[in-house]
């Protein structure tokens, strides 16, 4: 997982609520291999018309926010399907941070385990910066994991949490499997015990 | 200390405990499908062991036809084959298509008794919270946390809030658990559970058979919530004594002594609490593109001038231009191209069973599919002759399998058709590009194929 500590980038906003990893990634797409490259087909049927086209209302299509590495969203985007691919098509498409009210809970995670970064602030904090975004078209922001601060759009630096754990992992690019690996004593130590209090379950 | 039934199966299963509130949690049982394919390739490549494949079950349900007869697809094809490869070499049971206990991850999952009260169990698909109905803490997982726990048996998770939804009084006539779960969704919204387990309780709830519970917690996903729970009572373990896969003999005991310590204490602390009247409940139908736009079949679609937040009545606007609707005209009646009785939230015995009720003698006026859960389910509805009342009545009887819920097996919709769907989401292009879908229960859906409209299922009965 490549490591994750500060980024400078142009933002999008998005105002919609309840954005699915459906229309995300739609699910004819969901079969090919990793390698394929995900991309292209990042929001597709909302992004290209029926003709293959690009849709010129669709933000990310829009010349100012052709180079966004950074979304922001309204309330429970991600929502729905538990499809990784989401979360590969934004990283493929060059998007490593969103920001919004709330996610959906398994979209998260899929973030924070390849190396994106989700952050959580609160309602009007997020509209303010959708609106900023939206009057000047094209503006950066500057995400700074180690201070857990953007900064960006005119307004002070915005202050957000993220938890220990996943913020390590990120700066860090860890291997989560390999930390895992190293409490082995102690899932030996569960197995042993819950085979003595629950043999049923084997 | 008074503990929620979440919280004392959560503590059950921490290993051990790591920064930020994190805890590493141990998998009981882990449930796979061909979109697992992912993860097995990259544990093969990594050379990484499975744990414990004994405490794995695999089937293919997402992307097999559920027409008759061979794999046409080549690619699916080659998807199968792979998960038959990897659970072959890996030692992990896998009912793959034609066998008889083939079926949609979470129909088999509690048939074979493979889900019980009391485990957590995770799968790759976010409709796993169906396994809750048990009393189990059970969620989705996405591909990396599969390979995760397919490697260490465990995950790390964070701790959510627990919301006990309580459901009082009764059902009325026509009123099924989906319409239950719909109003419960357009209660505290498509993100109102983010960040919590919910426990659904209250006599509405109590009263449902593990069927009707299996819809309720399905679809704790579209309100939020990765995980929704029903506390395990007599009905939980009269369904589960006998399943391949449950408990025996001593066993059995031991078992039933531990599931019974499992419901919340009765002055447990719920961080939000949320109570519903079963008896105000109509049969309901979705007339947007999030599960939370559900109305009683008897109103009409909502308008959004009325409507102050402009967030709200943007997004209201998209959800009617793309569902093809007007405001302010009745829901009954609006015409449907195809209908579809299926996905793993309405294609269990009793579901069929409804929609067979309003089927029966009448004719379909429109294309309409039945796709059983399970190839148990399909034995059982075809000894009972639900299969003849369908084809009889016109409709299309198929081979289990996700089918048109996921649109990624070749049942799609066309764009513009409508879809009266028994399945648990109406997401833009969710059934296929341009589809528009409308949620109901069985026996609405039913009622809008034999009228070809959406049709109040009590003015058929």
Known sequence: ?202 | MSRTMFEKIWSRHVVAKGPGGQSLLYVDRHLLHEGSTHAFGRLERKGHAVRRPEACVATADHYVPTAPGPIADPEVRGMVADLERHTGRLGITFFGRGEPRQGIVHVIGPEQGVTQPGILLVCGDSHTATHGAFGALAFGVGSTEVEHVLATQCLWQRKPLVMRITVTGARPFGVMAKDVILSIIARIGAGGGVGYALEYAGPAIRGMSMDERMTVCNMSIEAGARAGMVAPDETTFAYLEGRPSAPRGDMWGRALAHWRTLPSDPDAIFNREITLDAALIAPTVTWGTSPQDALPITERVPDPAAVGDPARRASMERALAYMGLTAGAPLAGTAVSRVFIGSCTNSRLEDLRAAAGIARGRRAAVPAWVVPGSGAVKRAAEAEGLDRVFTDAGFEWREPGCSMCVGMNGDTAAAGERVASTSNRNFEGRQGRGARTHLMSPAMAAAAAVTGRLTDVRTLA
């Open chain 1, 1 to 202: 997982m490549e490591p994750f500590a500060r980024l400078t980038a142009v933002a999008a906003p998005m105002d919609l609520p309840n954005i699915d990893t459906d229309r995300i990634i739609p699910a004819r797409f969901l079969r090919r291999p990793r390698e394929s490259g995900f991309g292209p087909l990042l929001f597709h049927d909302v992004r290209f018309g029926a003709d293959g086209g690009e849709r010129a209302d669709f933000v990310l299509n829009r010349p100012a926010y052709r180079e966004a590495r950074i979304l922001v969203t309204a309330e429970n985007f991600g929502c729905g399907s538990s499809r990784e691919m989401a979360v590969w098509a934004l990283l493929d498409h060059g998007i490593r941070v969103v920001i919004g009210p709330s996610f959906g809970d398994i979209f998260v995670e899929n973030c924070f385990k390849n190396g994106a970064l989700a952050i959580v602030v609160p309602g009007e904090t997020a509209a303010g910066l959708r609106d900023a975004l939206a009057a000047r078209p094209g503006t950066s922001l500057t995400v700074d994991l180690e201070a857990q601060t953007i900064a960006g759009a005119g307004a002070p630096p915005i202050r957000f949490e993220v938890d220990a754990f996943r913020k390590h992992g990120l700066l860090t690019g860890r291997d989560e499997l390999a930390l895992t690996l190293e409490q082995l004593p102690a899932i030996e130590a569960f197995e042993a015990r819950r085979r003595v209090e629950m043999p049923w379950l084997g």
